[in-house]
């Protein structure tokens, strides 16, 4: 409590450690906390455990009754316990998961404003995730079995691409990019992007599909005509 001896003997908890001890607005009784149990305790015979703010501390302020020989309740005993740093650290990690809820709100928004497929891949070509673009023309990345792998979704002869890019990216730890003919007629250009763990392994791929199927016809009719 950061109080000498002398300053809490024979005084009422509220008028040293309460909440309303340095309140010159209420008197006696009227400075009793807000948040207090010890009347419950006595009557109750059981501890109670609180947490408060004290001075620029914060404490957990755990109350033990103390019985007489008759098992009534004689005088209760307070533990302190500084919980400040740690409540502190709560506080901080609270914030930082509030700021990652919205960073990751604002991502997962600018990826779905996207006109491109993005997908998220595992090793074994399972889309983690796929932005709105990818499920409305690819479909949903889940089905009744469980997560779908990219050449599903691509509609590619369930297996990957002859020349996968994803796999080369996951393999060389490097960007690659290239063009996937499927056979629905679609004519993809793909990049894969390796996302890499602390030890510089790839441990996902992103994968950006862009149609380029009315592109390339056009370009072979502008050369044939």
């Given at each position: 409590?950061?109080?000498?001896?002398?300053?809490?003997?024979?005084?009422?908890?509220?008028?040293?450690?309460?909440?309303?001890?340095?309140?010159?607005?209420?008197?006696?009784?009227?400075?009793?906390?807000?948040?207090?149990?010890?009347?419950?305790?006595?009557n109750s015979k059981k501890p109670c455990v609180i947490e408060r703010p004290l001075k620029d501390r914060f404490l957990r302020v755990k109350t033990i009754p103390q019985m007489d020989e008759k098992g009534e309740t004689h005088h209760l005993l307070e533990?302190?316990?500084?919980?400040?740093?740690?409540?502190?650290?709560?506080?901080?990690?609270?914030?930082?998961?509030?700021?990652?809820?919205?960073?990751?709100?604002?991502?997962?928004?600018?990826?779905?404003?996207?006109?491109?497929?993005?997908?998220?891949?595992?090793?074994?070509?399972?889309?983690?995730?796929?932005?709105?673009?990818?499920?409305?023309?690819?479909?949903?990345?889940?089905?009744?079995?469980?997560?779908?792998?990219?050449?599903?979704?691509?509609?590619?002869?369930?297996?990957?691409?002859?020349?996968?890019?994803?796999?080369?990216?996951?393999?060389?730890?490097?960007?690659?990019?290239?063009?996937?003919?499927?056979?629905?007629?679609?004519?993809?250009?793909?990049?894969?992007?390796?996302?890499?763990?602390?030890?510089?392994?790839?441990?996902?791929?992103?994968?950006?599909?862009?149609?380029?199927?009315?592109?390339?016809?056009?370009?072979?009719?502008?050369?044939?005509?």
């Amino acid at each position: 409590t950061g109080m000498r001896e002398e300053e809490l003997l024979g005084k009422p908890c509220y008028e040293t450690v309460g909440e309303y001890a340095n309140d010159p607005t209420k008197k006696g009784l009227e400075k009793i906390c807000s948040f207090c149990k010890k009347e419950g305790c006595f009557n109750s015979k059981k501890p109670c455990v609180i947490e408060r703010p004290l001075k620029d501390r914060f404490l957990r302020v755990k109350t033990i009754p103390q019985m007489d020989e008759k098992g009534e309740t004689h005088h209760l005993l307070e533990l302190f316990e500084d919980i400040t740093e740690s409540k502190l650290a709560e506080e901080s990690l609270r914030e930082s998961e509030k700021k990652c809820r919205m960073l990751s709100q604002e991502y997962h928004t600018l990826l779905d404003a996207i006109h491109n497929a993005i997908f998220l891949l595992s090793p074994d070509l399972k889309v983690i995730w796929a932005n709105k673009y990818a499920i409305n023309t690819m479909g949903s990345p889940l089905s009744e079995t469980g997560r779908r792998s990219c050449f599903d979704l691509l509609k590619h002869e369930g297996k990957p691409c002859g020349d996968c890019h994803a796999l080369n990216c996951f393999r060389t730890g490097e960007p690659t990019s290239g063009k996937i003919s499927c056979h629905d007629g679609r004519i993809w250009a793909s990049d894969a992007f390796p996302v890499k763990d602390e030890q510089g392994g790839v441990n996902k791929v992103i994968m950006i599909y862009r149609d380029v199927t009315e592109e390339i016809k056009l370009r072979e009719e502008t050369m044939h005509a």
